[in-house]
């Protein structure tokens, strides 16, 4: 079976994933809990608040990633014309990662100066990056895009996805000698974005 | 009343569902708690999340099953032309047991060696797939379906949402003997499923 | 401005109450904890069940009511052809009960021989089937329906809504002597429905 | 790319900022937790109920806020009739401050005698008004609007978004000198909001 972009069935799917995406983006916040203090000053206050800061610091950082693999959820599946089971289920195993996020980020905020805490973010957030790979490889193999897509246009669309794969990847090892390093080494992905801009096919153009 | 598909009202039964789907599988990840050390090193964090290792199988396990239901819904909304009040009505009670399944799960998750853990998972297992049978049996008693559909694909149908119901209950007595085996007896629905697709009626094939 | 059935705004408003009910009728699974005990038998792990059967009731319970709301709401909104901000507003103010309901709930799940619980849940209930009772009375006077809806029909309707708040009301006082009599005055509903539906007008028959 | 209104891209964005609002304004009831009491009477009961009545009044004032900028958010893709990633992204960074603002209103909620909490409240909830108006302007700027809009109406609604900004603002040096003055401040946008209606150009009459 195959549902035709415009079906009920098509939008479920999209509906379904927002939804998850929504909840594990805002979840965070119970997190933060409202100190207990009896009649404070505010220099008071504010001293108790800045022990919260690494909770709060950790929340907007959880929703810039998530809602970065929203945004690469929302252009891939705008460029599908159809879905059919085999890419549900993928995109379900993608949602489950992107529902654990909030854990390895929690973790993260916790420790950013423990190697393992560092490593094991970096794993997770390249397993997500790695299924957004197989969703697209999928959707490209078995033509559910709305138009034909150009083997080069695919190629370098893959890379886009596959390059911050490589670059958290290459981070686990480098956190065991230095937690920095390796925050430093994620953020390889931009000049590298920057380098894929410019070796850009034309036909890639109206793509994205 | 008759709600068709493509109707506001019709659209708002799947949201409404979907969003229920996305809520329960996403809850347990809240469950979760970041183990609080100071300063730990690399091999105490692995240490302290080795404990928490059962929570997160237990997640991924509650949304591997929750998924599949919501892939069965998707699956039987699909088939349907229209809906009335009583389908709403069973489709709630149906989503009632499906928001409860994170319950059971956390028990499985913590107890597996307990027979009564594994018997009140299957139990409320069983439920959904019961419920499951009984929507698809209102759905074609009522003539909701899309097309008409031949009885012998139905009774086919209907075997298939029974199976994985009697495997469950039969693994509830077995789970008092011993707990592994019972858990084994519910993945005879693989092989059942298997002898299934062998004698699917020659009709059934584009309804599923 | 009003907003048409089947604009993006009008789909919007019905969206967003869905996600709102979805979250408050799922939300109290959260509340029921697993036991925590050391390798339980079945007998001891029943056990400590049997302590979490109020909370697991109240779960089913709460579910039960707010999913009849939620039933209310579709219906309401079913016979909509237009919406303008009033409504809107309205709606909001209902949903904000609607997200509190969990709340008394848990109140009576705990506390069913406590005159004030019950009470309180009474109060709390009336409050949103008054509001329906507002929203109904809004989109009458300001010809929001999609058809005409002639007085007798209205009137019928307007009953139909009133009654629950009338005996919700009604067993508030009756709390105070006999908790259980009070929860028996709530099902009057019951009867007073049969009654309703024998004098029902015969316009009424196609917009229910 | 520009997602035209009434694609399937146009009504994602729609329907997880949906989300996003419906989790943001139910979480807070979770944090009103039920006394714990043995078999109380209804005075006891309704003492105990007492303590958790900031918390119960501070779940309806953040819904009323959030569910203001909810309808606001609509009210300003009611203009729309097109969406490009740019506008996509400033609504997540709005978004992520109306998820956000459950924590501020329940430090409100418990302090709301010190000044700073008064403060960070105000800080919080101007930030979200702010982004309202580089969304509108960027709308603007952009023509993603549905219809063209003369300056003077853009003007006029620049105004309306602008001023609560100011007048929280301002209410910030206010809370450390009297926090009752500062929250009057805030107040100081209802008669704003009636000069500005005053003022309201004849061709913004159609817009809003």
């Known amino acids: 079976v195959r549902f035709q972009r415009g079906s009920e069935?098509?939008?479920r799917v999209l509906a379904f994933s927002d939804g998850m995406f929504a909840i594990a983006m805002t979840l965070l916040v119970v997190g933060i809990a409202v100190p207990e203090l009896t009649d404070p000053s505010s220099s008071e206050l504010l001293d108790s608040l800045e022990d919260l800061l690494p909770e709060i610091i950790s929340f907007f950082i959880s929703f810039a990633v998530i809602g970065r693999y929203w945004a690469a959820h929302h252009q891939f599946f705008a460029m599908l014309g159809s879905m059919d089971y085999a890419l549900i289920a993928i995109n379900l195993i993608y949602l489950a990662f992107v529902a654990f996020l909030p854990f390895p980020t929690a973790l993260l905020g916790d420790y950013i100066e423990t190697p393992a805490a560092v490593a094991i973010y970096a794993v997770a957030v390249a397993v997500v990056s790695g299924l957004e790979v197989v969703l697209?490889?999928?959707?490209?193999?078995?033509?559910?895009?709305a138009?034909?897509?150009?083997?080069?246009?695919f190629r370098w669309g893959v890379w886009g996805s596959t390059m911050p794969v490589v670059f958290l990847l290459l981070s686990v090892p480098v956190a065991f000698i230095d937690t920095g390093v390796a925050i430093a080494v994620w953020f390889l992905s931009v000049p590298g974005g920057m380098v894929l801009n410019?070796?850009?096919?034309?036909?890639a153009r109206d793509w994205w």
């Open 9 to 11: 069935e098509f939008s």
């Open 147 to 153: 138009r034909d897509m150009p083997p080069e246009v």
């Open 198 to 203: 410019r070796i850009q096919p034309e036909a």
């Open 136 to 145: 697209f490889w999928r959707a490209y193999r078995d033509r559910l895009l």
